[in-house]
Structures are given as C-alpha cells and as structure tokens.
C-alpha cells in the first residue's frame, strides 16, 4: 500500500530539549495510525511539525510520495492535511460556520457568502453523521460538538489526511464510540487518518497500526492485531508497568464527610446542586462519575469552603463547615486536590519547596512570628519530593517549568502532608501519563489503606471504576445513582451519566 | 430655556464633538478586534492634527492637508504596529510612550516652523458642500455641509458592515479573539493585526485633521483626551462600529449639553459632571456586561 504520510529522520529541538530526535515514521494511505507515548514524548512535535506549525531542524517530509516543504498551516492544508488540535482551535464568538469556513471564505460582491458553504457543508455532515448546528456560537456548544466542528473544518478544506490529537480526552464514552464511528466512516471513504492517544483500549479498538514515542524517539512499530496493551504500555514507559490499580477489598469505618441535601444557585441564577446527599467512611474510596459540568465542581467546592452552598449541610467528623472558609475547612481536616492545577493548585511562579507548603504557610513549623523557616521548609520539601518521586529533585525549581504529572504530583505531596481525615480528588491524573498515574493511584490507594476518607472526582471512567469502592453518578446536579460497589459496565455507568437511564426508570415507575 | 438650548447650534454643536470622537472610536475598534489595544489613538489624533495643519499652510490646500493627516496618524500607528506585533512590546507602554512623543515633537516642529510654542498660524477651512435648507443659519449650515461629517456616517456604516459581514472582518475578528486558531487555517496574525492598527491610524490621523480644520490651526496639546474618551466609548460600544459611534453621539450630547449651560447660571462643578455622569449612568444602567476580545493586548507568540 502507497505512504500516506513519510516523516523521514525528523529532528525538532527547542531551546534546551531535544523534542523529536532523528524521527522516521511512515503511515500508509487509507489507513488509521495510532502514535502512543507518555506525555511529553514529542508526538504533538511531531504532527504539528507535519502541520507547518513548527519548521524541523532536520529531515524529510513526505506526502503521497513526493517530497514536500511545509512552512506553514496553509502549505499543510493544501496538501490535504487536517489537524484537530488537543485544545481546540477555535473562536469562540463565532458561529460553527464561520468557524469552519475561516481562512478559506467565499464571497460574493465583497461580503462573505455563506450559502454556498451551508450546503456544501450539510452534505458533507449527513454523508459522515457529523450532525452540527451551523449558526450556534461555538462558545455555546458542548465539547463533543466543538470537535465535530474541528473535524468538519478539516474536511471541508478537503482534507485526505487526517490528524487527531487526544480526541476523547474531553468526550464521554458515548461521544467517543460515535467518534470512532465517523473515523471509521472517514477511512472507508479511504482517507488516512493519525490518532495521538495514550489510552490503550482506545489505539486496540481503532487503529491499524501503532508506533510508541519515548523521550522524543520512535521506540516501536508494530501491527495492532499483533499486540497488547501490556506491550504497548511497557514500550511507552520503558518498563513494565501495572495497568490494573491494585487493591483489596477493605471494611470502611465510620462516615467521615458527610453531605444532606446539598443544592446551590450560582450566580447566573441556575440550580447546579440539586439535593445531594452522600457519605465517605473512613477507609473507602467513593468515586463519582460524571460527564463534566453536572455539579461536580459546585460540590467540590462547597465542601472545600470555596462557595457558600445555597442550603443543605456538610459535616467533617461531625463538624458542620458550611460557611467557613477554606482555610478554616482545611483545619477541620480537608485535604483538596483541585480540579485545575494550574488556576488552583499551584503557585506556577514559586518553586516546589515554597508550592508545598500552600496553605500550611501560617504554621509555627514552617513560620516564625515574623519570617518564614526557610531551613524547615526545604527540608520539608526535600523529604516530599524523594517520597513522592518528583522531578527534578531540585526544591528550587519553579513549577512552572514542571511536567504534568510531577505538578500533580507536587500537589498531592502537599495535600497529603496535612495529616487529613478527608481527601477530596478532583481530576487527579488529568494530563498525566501512565507512569504518573500508576503512582498517584497507588498513593491514592496507600492512603484509603491507611484510614483516610477518599472523595474522587474524575471524567476518566477508567480511573472511576478502578479506584473506588462505591460509585455515585452525577447528572444535571443531581446524584442520580450510587453503586454500592465497583462491579458495574462502563455502557452503563455512561447511560446515567448521560441521564438516559434515569428517565428510563422514572418511565417505568410511572407507568 | 428649553428650546434656546436645543436649538440648531446645538445640534452642530453636538456633532462638531462628536465627529472626531467617532472617528478615534472607530479606530479603536479595528485595532482592537485584531488584538491589539491602541490607547496611542491620543498621540495619532495630536499628529494627525498637526500634519493636516502643516499640510495645508505650505500648499493651500485643506484638501491635500487631509490626505497628510491621514498620512500623519499611518506613520504613528506603523510605530505602534512595528513595537507591539514585531518587538511584541507591552502594547499599553508603546501607547504612552507614543502620546508622550507626539506631545514633544509637535511642540518642537511648531516652534520650528511657526515660531510659536502655542499655536501655528491661521490655515483655512475645509470647503462646504450647500445645503438649501439652512442657509439662514451660516453656521450650522457650513458644518452640516462638511464633507468630513457626510465620510462620517459612511465610514460608520460601512464599519459595520466591514467588520461583521466581509472576509476581512471575519479574519480580523478571529486574530483578535484567537490568534492561534486563525494562524492554523492559515491566515495571517501579523498582516490582519497590521491591517487592523494601521486603519486605526488613519481613521484617527482624520479625526485629528477634523479638530485642526475646525480651529483653523494647530495648537498645543489640541487632542485634548479625546483618544481616551474615544477609547471610552469604544467599550461602551461593545467595540461594535454602531455601537461606538452611538457612544460618542451620547458623550457628544453631554459635552455641548455642558457647554450649554455653563451660561445658565448653574453651579459649573455640577455642570462639567454631566458627561461623566451620563457615563456611568449608562454604562451601569443600559449596556450590560462589555467583553473584550479575547485576545485584545495579548501579543502573539508563534513557537511557544
């Protein structure tokens, strides 16, 4: 079969890193590619070099055979080549449409000409179910829709080469299978497509073929028929890795956090919170699944002391904290790892040492009436980054300058330093790679082990049914669901979440 | 009192300020929407000013001494541009240092070639078109007929239109809101952000040749805040052409409004409130939220 797609001994450096080191990866035509690797592997580089987003510092591009030189998006784009980025590229103000046609516009007597576009564009979304409505603002369509918008943009600009990059980090497993329906959908109508993913089962189900990157280099090319998940994730980290959290059943002990009949109008004057009552013992992890934005931020954050629900209570140990503030909460016995790192977490101008001690800076240990202990804040710190294996191993770093997963894991060290009761994870291995989060499951795990409280929030369904003990489903603001235990199908879960079996059973008890 | 004060010469009064307003606002709105925040619209209008004057005194001609105030306001935006989308500059410092400058070198040409530090010398007005209806009221009737006020409302129109409804004001808008989204379809930040600066200079270099024509010369310092006010206005538009030049219409209003009555015998510190007053009251009252490009002041970084 002809190459697609011939990246030919690529090299990328920045300023002191070296992102894609002598790469050579070739994609047949008509085919769906997988390229794996952790984070910061280079595989972004990579295809945003092929993109004309970035200008290698050596090697060959090759397009359906031919040599090409690609200085920018529009030398990719009329190769045929699309790109639906990580984060999405595009303007929020505007319409779907103006969006899709942007930068390739019909006009007729000066002004932009729409009509042409519309219907060109309705044949091409019922020929491949990319159902969108043309005149929404996109800043008023959910995720799942904003990359259909992504990818008919790419088609519209007749693109037969297609990439992807992370495309269900944001979707829920519903989305994802219509996803892949419309990939495969694309690739009957022979167009090549790349998919840059870290999720295993995703590159197994999908994909032809997959090529692992590690540290900037190819370090395997194989078959999908021909391998596995286990293989893939031990070339992707270099060593075997443990995709399984492994855990014991365990007896919780007595309710730590316990939430009655939570709701709360946020500003706008919308109901986010309806009703919600839930308990974590000591001892158990109880995970809440949700499609974002069902209240799940709205009720990490009034139990974190961060808004003021508008009624209901919530008691730590049987101490009621609604109406303190955060500091006063964690004091009651909260730890929080916030859902947003970067806005909440950390301080990404301070260094590690100064990142953990947020929060516990007021103390006599770390705190003199008039200046900081800096002797007992580094040592804190140096003993925090060797028992959560931070890197670099240097207090002194500013966090900025860290990768995802060692952010994270900057924050967990902090909050679980606190000597809490309760633990509240929202997200904690968003952006993550594999490696880091088998250590932060373990230490999630570690933690229930040793008495602890778990509330865990998370959109990845995967890390839901690993960790927890029991399941509560979030929808609409309210909990629709909570499973007593882990043994639950992800279609299924993926139905409350998206309300449709709630109505069912609402159905079938009024009829 | 009622009627002598809105008279007609209110009315030519109102919109002998609101037209150079207007004029700035719009200019602001075209940076903005591409990106890039013009508080030098202050300077441009000053140089705008003084060129249209110079331009003018040596050829005779008001005609020629639009076209060098227009020339004069591309020549001080092309610097803001060149600072803030090539240095990548902070783009509030490069506005001040601009109004800073423009203050200066206005100041050192005049006593140059007009050997005072005040005012230059006397240059004509811009020719009126006759309107029938007026001509008992001189005045009124000579400014009505001022070409700049018919461009004007045209270019207000048509702004409108440009920005909302054409390919280029698509891309503008996409470069001021994203910049990376619009350079991965392939469009060019730096040349719409370009565009959308330099049409802010020569829409407020006009404005500058309006405020000379009207004085018949150039004094110091002539621009006077109106950069600000016109930037003022431009957010309480919404940064929509029509939105802008309603603003201006409003403060255009509120200003002669004050003028009018500083003779009524009205306590003047209660008078001179008006246009501030009138301000926040709309502001608070009848706009709602104003939402700023989303990447409006931010420069755009390639390779990050």
Excluded at chain 1, 33 to 47: D, F, I, P, R, S
Excluded at chain 1, 101 to 108: D, M, S
Aim: hydrophobic share 45%; net charge neutral; charged share 20%.
């Amino acid at each position: 079969m002809p190459y697609a797609i011939e990246l030919l001994n690529i090299t990328k450096r920045f300023a002191r890193t070296v992102a894609n080191d002598n790469v050579t990866l070739k994609v047949s035509a008509g085919t769906i590619h997988a390229l794996v690797g952790e984070n910061g592997a280079g595989k972004t580089t990579l295809m945003e070099t092929l993109y004309g987003l970035y200008q290698p510092d050596g090697g060959e591009i090759r397009i359906h055979e031919k040599k090409v030189s690609i200085r920018s998006p529009h030398d990719s784009i009329s190769l045929g080549i699309g790109m639906v980025h990580q984060h999405f590229m595009l303007v929020p103000p505007l319409t779907a449409i103006e969006n899709i046609v942007l930068g390739a516009e019909e006009t007729k007597n000066a002004l932009l000409d729409l009509k042409r576009a519309t219907a060109e564009l309705s044949e091409l979304s019922s020929r491949f179910a990319l159902t969108v409505p043309l005149d929404e603002k996109v800043e008023n369509l959910g995720v799942g829709i904003q990359q259909r918008v992504e990818i008919l943009k790419a088609i519209y600009r007749k693109a037969d080469i297609l990439v992807l990059d992370e495309p269900t980090a944001v979707l829920t497993p519903q989305e994802s299978v219509q996803l892949f329906r419309i990939l495969s959908e694309l690739k009957a109508e022979g167009k090549t497509i790349v998919l840059i993913t870290h999720k295993l089962n995703e590159v197994m189900s999908i994909s032809d073929h997959v090529s692992v990157m590690r540290r900037g280099k190819i370090v395997g090319e194989v078959e999908t028929a021909s391998t596995s998940p286990q293989d893939l994730a031990q070339m992707m980290v270099g060593r075997p890795v443990l995709l399984r959290v492994e855990k014991e059943t365990r007896q919780p002990g007595n309710p730590v956090l316990v939430v009655n009949g939570l709701s709360h109008v946020d500003r706008r004057g919308i109901t986010v919170l309806k009703n919600v009552s839930l308990e974590v013992s000591s001892g158990e992890i109880l995970g809440i699944a949700g499609v974002e934005g069902n209240g799940q931020s709205q009720l990490v954050e009034c139990i974190a002391g961060l808004i003021k629900p508008s009624s209901g209570s919530i008691t730590i140990d049987g101490i009621q904290i609604v109406g303190l503030n955060a500091r006063e909460v964690f004091a009651r016995g909260l730890a929080h790892v916030p859902e947003d790192r970067l806005k909440r977490g950390l301080v990404v101008d301070m260094d590690i040492k100064e990142n953990l001690i947020l929060g516990m800076h007021t103390q006599a240990r770390f705190s003199s009436r008039l200046a900081l202990r800096r002797k007992a804040i580094k040592e804190n710190a140096e003993l925090l980054i060797t028992k959560y294996d931070v890197r670099p191993m240097n207090s002194e770093a500013l966090t900025r300058g860290l990768s995802g997963g060692n952010q994270q894991k900057v924050i967990i060290a902090r909050e679980l330093s606190r000597a809490a009761q309760l633990i509240v994870a929202s997200q904690p291995t968003r952006g993550v790679d594999i490696g880091g989060i088998e250590f932060i499951h373990r230490t999630l795990v570690q933690a229930r082990d040793s008495g602890k409280a778990i509330l865990l929030v998370s959109a990845d369904l995967n890390e839901i049914l690993s960790l927890s003990d029991r399941i509560a489903v979030m929808y609409n603001g309210e909990i629709v669901r909570i499973f007593p235990d882990n043994r639950i199908e992800e279609s299924e879960l993926g139905m409350y979440m998206t309300g449709s079996k709630q109505s069912e059973e609402k159905g079938a008890s009024n009829g | 009192m009622i009627s002598q004060i809105f008279s007609l010469a209110f009315l030519a009064q109102t919109i002998r300020i609101t037209v150079p307003y207007s004029l700035a606002s719009l200019g602001g709105v075209y940076s903005e929407r591409g990106g890039v925040v013009n508080i030098a619209l202050e300077g441009i209008i000053l140089n705008g000013a003084f060129c249209a004057t110079v331009g003018t005194y040596y050829t005779g001609s008001p005609l020629f001494g639009v076209v060098c105030g227009i020339a004069g306001g591309l020549l001080t935006a092309l610097i803001h541009a060149v600072v803030t989308i090539h240095v990548k500059a902070d783009q509030i410092i490069s506005g001040i240092a601009i109004n800073l400058f423009a203050v200066g070198i206005t100041k050192f040409v005049l006593e140059i070639l007009f050997h005072s530090s005040s005012n230059s010398d006397r240059i004509p007005g811009l020719p009126h078109i006759h309107l029938g209806f007026i001509e008992n009221q001189p005045d009124v009737a000579r400014l009505l007929g001022n070409p700049l006020v018919l461009a004007t409302i045209l270019i207000v129109v048509a702004s409108q239109f440009i920005i909302f409804k054409t390919r280029f004001g698509l891309r503008l808008r996409a470069v001021g809101e994203n910049p990376e989204a619009a350079d991965t379809v392939g469009i060019s930040v730096v040349l719409y952000r370009y565009l959308g600066v330099l049409i802010s200079g020569a829409l407020a270099g006009l404005a500058g040749a309006w405020l000379a024509f009207d004085q018949h010369s150039f004094t110091d310092g002539m621009s006077a805040g109106r950069g600000y006010i016109a930037l003022a206005a431009m957010i309480v538009g919404k940064w929509n052409p029509m939105g802008a030049a309603a603003a201006c219409l409003l403060f255009g209003f509120a200003e002669s409004l004050q003028i009018q009555l500083q003779g009524a015998g009205m306590p003047t510190q209660f008078i001179q409130m008006i246009p501030y007053v009138a301000t926040i009251i709309v502001l608070a009252g009848f706009i709602g939220k104003a939402v700023a490009p989303g990447a409006d002041g931010v420069p755009y970084e390639k390779e990050k």
